[in-house]
């Protein structure tokens, strides 16, 4: 059954499944690539978060505090921490290395949808479904949040951090981009709930997708749309959405239990991935490879551009646990 | 003190005075004092003080306890020759002293006051306060007495005048009089109550003892006669009544009430200040308070005083003196023939007429048909009596309607009703005007103009009145939010109309919009107004507008005002059919001014846009609280127009897709994607939005989009509302036909490319029939849910888990068909984009290219979309 092979695709996109996590901690809310793509988080719907090694899937840790689902967890620029945000309404901070809970943040009336470390890891941003962005101080022992960014009218369901911006998608149908540099404010109008939003690699543009089966690229100085990207369904979950390593694709977590890859430019359907029969919920692309990261239900897969599992220095890998 | 510190709070401002103490330190040590010579005393300007200790005279004086200057203190020479003699020099106080001495808190204090000779007659009222109370309280009651005797003479300058002019102490002012002959004197020398007869002229204090000797030619100066006290009475005591006075009852007089009009009583000999010993009468306390004294000698002394009622008067009997009104009567006539008799102080003259008298005159007659009540009319029509027309006077009917006021009648009438002869010379000012100008304005006054034209104005006027007009040209919509007459309500409707005016373009708003029934004048004064008022008022630009609220009216309390954001974000109206027309950019994109927190800013390592803006997120303003406009932007985000009503609610993504609104709300409410089964497909695609994202290529989904352009308004609306002019003009010569099939092309391209590759899935899934199952029912979530886990862990759903485990077995095994499936026909597609590709521009080929740079792949995305607009 060998079929004669096509054109060699140079932007590969990570079409073969190289490994199935199951996660054992209740169906995985998100999936986190760390800074450098070496270990992957797994929150849980069982209140726990895992640190598991990226390229041996083995459990590295658990880390265990929160009260009710963890819903989103971002790691530091350098591996010393974890933030998660949960439905308990508290943002964690915790030591990579420890497994210890470095500082629990109260503040959310609701449920933390999103969490983010800025660059350094001095403050930690968290969306809730209250409809506010808390920023977090990690340097002061101060036990409020710096600033309050309570411009959304509705709940706040992604988050992202760039050197100086802050962009949050709210189902109010808002993309909010706040420059700290310029002291502005951007608003841009979907419509639609946003579920997720991210920055392309390049800092030009933003990525929104939202409960209209829609994922529209914009150009982040001007609001103007310059890709829309629609075919797969998403309707009624906060499903995530992403940028490909090298901005040549676009991809996003369906309800119908795919992944879809779009060209970022032509905005034509490259690939239609099948993850599994349930819900897509979450998915993270590795920041410099071609490796994607698909969680659904309760496990984790890890998709590659090469079948076969590449023999790149593991070894290196499992050293480098955090310490 | 301490207490104070503690509590104190920067809020609470007391009056502190001097340099407060420095805080003591616990483990400080403590401090020494500072040695005497090192301490300074400076004085108000500054300079060092030296302090010699208080018995060694002080504080150093002058130049270093010298007198002057650093060159020290040079003596006036003396010179005296056999020609010039020195004079003596007087040495005043004043020039041992120094200017601090004469300061206000100096030894001898310099402020201007009345000099002796001017100071009136009484004693400053302190100073006699406290001489009566030293009189009451000393050792010898009537020291003072003494004390006035050997006062210092001192005249004013009043009397030193009347001195000059013939007057000695003890006399009564006026002229010299003869004296008559004593015509009555009163009968009995008893006590008078009630109104005593006036001391007269004649009756001279010396009449007593000069009675015998009166010659006929000699002129007698007229009796002094004391002011009478009109003081306010004080105490609770009757009229006349006096508390007992420690002179008087020393001298033991035992009379009930002091005469103050018979001139020996001692009273009046008090009021006139002259002291003149009693020489009869017991010493020692007597009087009605007191009883008999030990010492007395006169058992028969009436010790209870019974009151006599034969001490008072019982008929009225003859006055005295002339008897006609008692002592407040008329003087006399003959009192004004006598002439000035005095001397005469040189530079004045007598007066030779007589003071006249003021004549009184009787109030008019009233007409007998008078009535005291004035009716006003309803109508008074004025406009023809314009008081500065220029029409001629001549023209003014002579006698006005009968009925017309007092106040509508021209000056010129009112000439002529009084019958004034007319002044002569130019009654009006128009007959000043050369004919030609005249002519020239009554041509401009001619009938059928109703409002006269005003008088040129000054330039300025002009100028302001184009500024205006140069203002308000072409706005429209709510201008008058600023009312400036509001309390004139005629007046600032016609300042409205002027404004109407002013923005149609109107030349001569000012004058179509005042009031023709005006005077010119007021007419002249309100267009200055207005043209002022619209000058000043002139409508900002409406970002301008935002930022500034209107102060209410009347006193704002702080309670009733609540904070809003400054700037909102617009309505979404209009954003929404823009994002319906896919016209992302200026027309969904808000920017609005956001202040960091500062320890925000220092986090990021980014400057602080604003610094030194104390603001922390959206600037705010204060509005009402209950303005209608803090509920107006919530509404607009909760319930944008009907059929996005709750659409931002979190629960509602099971409701049709938001973009959708020509849709039937009845559908939407039995709908649910999660429950989607194959059944009800067409009906979840027809919710589908319109943009042609269809993923099952229905038959359905087209009529939807039939349904939907004859909804939709055509395009022409939307680009008159949204495309900006720059944007029109780039695209004016593609026709919208040729845009809106390039957008249905490049919808229909990836569709058709999604129909091929997902095809063998959707037809798997549709002949699976496989029901998602159902999420969980979970505790009021909001929002887009989570997926439903993986296991269910409810028993009441535990049939659609097994029932779902069973198809997942199913779909297993269907799942690796499928994949060879989609294998197959994913080599078919990429064969076939292949050629497509091919096909296609070497630019789009480069996207193959190994290393493709982000940034490389914006800018080519860029051009993609900015052709695909053009087109």
């Known amino acids: 059954m060998t079929f004669p092979l096509p054109k060699p695709q140079t932007p590969q996109l990570p079409q073969h499944l190289l490994r199935t996590i199951d996660c054992e901690q209740g169906p995985v809310r998100a999936v986190r690539f760390n800074v450098d793509g070496q270990y992957l988080l797994t929150c849980g719907a069982d209140k726990s978060l895992k640190l598991w090694s990226g390229s041996r899937g083995t459990l590295l840790k658990t880390y265990t505090g929160h009260g009710y689902e963890v819903l989103d967890a971002d790691g530091s620029f350098d591996n010393s921490n974890i933030c998660t945000g949960s439905s308990d309404k508290t943002v964690i901070l915790w030591d990579v290395a420890t497994g210890q809970v470095a500082r629990k943040l109260r503040g959310h009336a609701a449920k933390v949808n999103c969490v983010q470390f800025n660059e350094e890891a001095t403050v930690i941003l968290s969306g809730s479904l209250d409809g506010t962005v808390r920023c977090w101080d990690t340097r002061s022992r101060n036990k409020e949040p710096i600033q309050i960014l309570d411009e959304a009218r509705d709940s706040v369901s992604s988050l992202k951090v760039s050197k100086h911006e802050l962009l949050t998608g709210s189902v109010d149908g808002r993309v909010r981009r706040y420059d700290l540099r310029m002291g502005q404010l951007h608003v841009d109008f979907l419509n639609s709930p946003i579920t997720c939003v991210c920055f392309s690699q390049d800092g030009q543009c933003t990525l929104s997708s939202s409960l209209d089966s829609t994922v529209r690229l914009l150009d982040k100085s001007t609001g103007e749309m310059l890709g829309e990207y629609t075919g797969h369904k998403m309707k009624g979950y906060k ?55 698909t969680a659904s239900e309760s496990r984790v897969h890890v998709w590659s551009a090469e079948p076969e599992e590449p023999e790149q220095n593991d070894d290196d890998a499992d050293s480098a646990i955090p310490t | 003190m301490a207490a104070c510190g503690e509590d104190a ?15 003591l330190e616990e483990d400080e040590a403590p401090r020494k004092p500072l040695p005497i010579h090192e301490q300074t005393v400076r004085d108000e300007k500054g300079r060092y003080q030296r302090f010699h200790g208080a018995f060694t005279g002080g504080f150093s004086a002058g130049y270093f306890n010298t007198v002057g200057s650093k060159e020290g203190w040079t003596p006036s020479t003396f010179v005296s020759s056999r020609q010039q003699k020195a004079e003596k020099q007087q040495a005043t106080p004043q020039d041992f002293m120094d200017d601090e001495d004469m300061g206000e808190h100096g030894i001898a204090p310099s402020r201007i006051t009345t000099t002796q000779p001017f100071a009136s007659r009484a004693a400053p009222a302190p100073w006699d306060k406290a001489k009566a109370l030293g009189a009451q309280t000393a050792v010898i009651p009537g020291n003072d007495v003494l004390d006035e005797l050997i006062a210092p003479a001192g005249s004013s300058i009043g009397a030193e005048l009347l001195t000059r002019m013939g007057w000695k102490a003890g006399q009564g002012v006026g002229p010299r009089i003869k004296r008559k002959p004593r015509r009555q004197r009163a009968p009995t020398h008893g006590r008078v109550f009630g109104c005593a007869p006036p001391p007269t002229g004649s009756e001279g204090s010396e009449e007593d003892d000069d009675e015998e000797f009166a010659p006929e030619n000699a002129t007698f100066a007229p009796k002094d006669v004391a002011a009478v006290d ?62 008999v004294g030990a010492l007395e000698d006169d058992d028969d002394e009436d010790v209870y005083h019974r009151d006599a009622m034969s001490k008072y008067d019982t008929v009225l009997a003859d006055e005295p003196g002339d008897g006609l009104y008692g002592w407040t009567a008329p003087r006399g006539s003959s009192q004004k023939e006598a002439s000035y008799l005095g001397k005469i102080l040189e530079g004045f003259t007598l007066s030779q007429g007589s003071q006249q008298d003021k004549t009184v005159f009787p109030p008019p007659k009233l007409p007998a048909d008078f009535q005291p009540l004035h009716r006003f009319r309803r109508k008074v029509q004025v406009s023809h009596l314009s008081g500065v027309s220029g029409a001629p006077v001549v023209q003014v009917p002579p006698t006005p309607p009968e009925n017309a006021g007092r106040h509508r009648v021209v000056a010129a009438q009112r000439g002529a009703l009084l019958g004034e002869t007319v002044l002569p010379g130019p009654s009006s000012v128009m007959e000043l005007l050369r004919p030609e100008d005249r002519e020239r304005l009554m041509r401009l006054r001619a009938p059928g103009s109703v409002s006269a034209p005003p008088p040129p104005p000054s330039t300025a006027l002009r100028r302001q009145e184009e500024a205006a007009a140069a203002a308000w040209r072409g706005l429209g919509g709510d201008c008058h939010a600023f009312k400036p007459f509001q309390k004139n309500t005629a007046k600032q409707a016609r300042y409205e109309a002027y404004l109407e005016r002013l923005r149609a373009g109107d030349k ?86 956001w202040h960091p927190d500062k320890i925000l800013c220092r986090r990021f390592n980014v400057p602080h846009p604003y610094p030194g803006s104390a603001i922390v997120g959206l600037p705010k303003v204060k509005r009402d609280k209950f303005s209608v406009f803090n509920f107006l932007t919530v509404a607009q985000s909760d319930l944008p127009p009907p059929q996005a009503a709750k659409k931002s609610r979190w629960d509602q993504e099971a409701e ?93 391209a990836p569709s058709v490319n999604l129909f091929d590759v997902s095809s063998p899935v959707v037809a798997a899934e549709r002949t699976d029939a496989v029901p998602r199952a159902p999420p969980p029912p979970e505790n009021a979530e909001f929002g887009p849910k989570l997926p439903p886990p993986w296991f269910v862990p409810v028993p009441a759903s535990s049939l659609a888990g097994e029932e779902r485990r069973r198809n997942k077995k199913q779909d297993k095994c269907k799942k690796d068909k499928k994949k060879k499936k989609t294998k197959k026909k994913k080599d078919k597609v990429r064969r076939q984009e292949d050629k497509k590709k091919k096909k296609k521009k070497k630019a789009e080929r480069q996207s193959d290219g190994e290393d493709v740079r982000p940034e490389d792949l914006i800018e080519r995305l860029k051009r993609v979309s900015s052709s695909r607009d053009a087109r």
């Open chain 1, 239 to 293: 499903l995530e959405c992403c940028l490909s390593s090298k901005d040549t694709h676009v991809l996003s977590c369906s309800e119908d239990g795919n992944v879809y890859f779009w060209d970022l430019v032509e905005g034509c359907l490259s690939l239609k991935l099948p993850v599994s029969k349930a819900v897509v919920q979450s998915l993270s692309f590795h920041p410099t490879q071609t490796r994607l990261l």
């Open chain 2, 9 to 23: 709070k920067p809020a609470t401002d007391f009056v502190t005075y001097g340099t407060p103490l420095e805080p």
């Open chain 2, 230 to 291: 009109f003081g306010a009475r004080t105490g609770l005591q009757g009229l006349g009544y006096r508390g007992l006075d420690p002179a008087l009852a020393l001298r033991g007089q035992s009379d009930g009430h002091p005469d103050f009009f018979s001139p020996h009583s001692d009273a009046t000999s008090k009021l006139f200040g002259e002291t003149r010993r009693a020489t009869r009468g017991p010493r020692g306390v007597a009087g009605q308070a007191f009883g």
């Open chain 2, 508 to 593: 001569d708003a000012a004058d179509a919009s005042l009031d023709p029934s005006m005077t010119e004048w007021e007419r002249g004064r309100e267009k200055e107004e207005f043209v002022r008022a619209s000058v000043l008022y002139r409508p900002t630009s409406s970002a301008l507008a935002s930022r500034f609220t209107r102060a209410k009216d009347g006193d704002d309390d702080d309670e009733d005002r609540v904070e809003v954001p400054r700037d909102q974000e617009g309505s979404t109206q209009d954003k929404e059919a823009a994002v319906r027309m896919k016209m992302f950019g200026q027309l969904t994109r808000e920017t609005l001014e």
């Open chain 2, 656 to 748: 049709p897709s938001p973009a959708q609104t020509s849709q039937p709300k009845e559908e939407s409410p039995c709908v649910k994607p999660p429950e989607v089964t194959p059944e009800d497909k067409p009906q979840v695609v027809k919710q589908e939005e319109e943009d042609d994202e269809e993923e099952d290529d229905d038959d359905e989904e087209e009529q939807v989009e039939d349904v939907e352009e004859e909804t939709r308004p055509p395009m022409d609306v939307f680009k008159a509302i949204f495309a900006s002019s720059s944007d029109e003009e780039s695209s004016s010569s593609s026709d919208e036909d040729d845009q809106k099939e390039a957008e249905e092309e490049g919808d229909r």
